[in-house]
């Protein structure tokens, strides 16, 4: 099957840099995706890796280490409309087509 | 459509009846999830569904759980019996290439 292990809270102020963690466990690796969810409304997608290194969209990058089993999402100049729940995920299951996300971590900025 | 389109956005029922749940994937995508969202959690796998292929039932917690698909198109997700654990928020997702997925902006159940 499959695992992810994300810190359930992070705190940071506006204008600063946070970095959520996730490290996985899989039989067989597709990439690792990120995604934000805000109180009450629906995922989206931010990112995702397939290779090692790092992606930069904006703001936002992603970090992979497929030989660690390990990423992390990096949120640059944080502003107050990034407080959301951030959720790593890999490809699981038979054929592995379905998405299985990690537990999320709970971002929250302050002035 | 433009997005993933859920119906009903919010559902209050009494426990024991049946509840339908509909949702209509953005066009052309093959791939379909259901997810299950408690207060506060984490998001739940229900089902999977890709082209005509055999669905991926793993997640539904019990045979009160069922899922269709009408060939690439909509999907009903159908409670029965329904008990107060599952009050939880039903999202539904579409994807082109099973690593990008959209999800719609779920179906809010609440059983009393």
Known sequence: GQSLEQPSEVT?????????????????????????????????????NALDGLEETGRFSSFLSRSDSYGYLLLQELQMKDSASYFCAVRGGVGFQKLVFGTGTRLLVSP | GAGVSQSPSNKVTEKGKDVELRCDPISGHTALYWYRQRLGQGLEFLIYFQGNSAPDKSGLPSDRFSAERTGESVSTLTIQRTQQEDSAVYLCASSLDGNTIYFGEGSWLTVV
């Open chain 1, 12 to 48: 940071a102020v506006e204008g600063a840099i946070v970095q959520i963690n996730c490290t996985y466990q899989t039989s067989g690796f597709y990439g690792l995706s990120w995604y934000q969810q805000h109180d009450g409304g629906a995922p989206t997608f931010l990112s995702y």
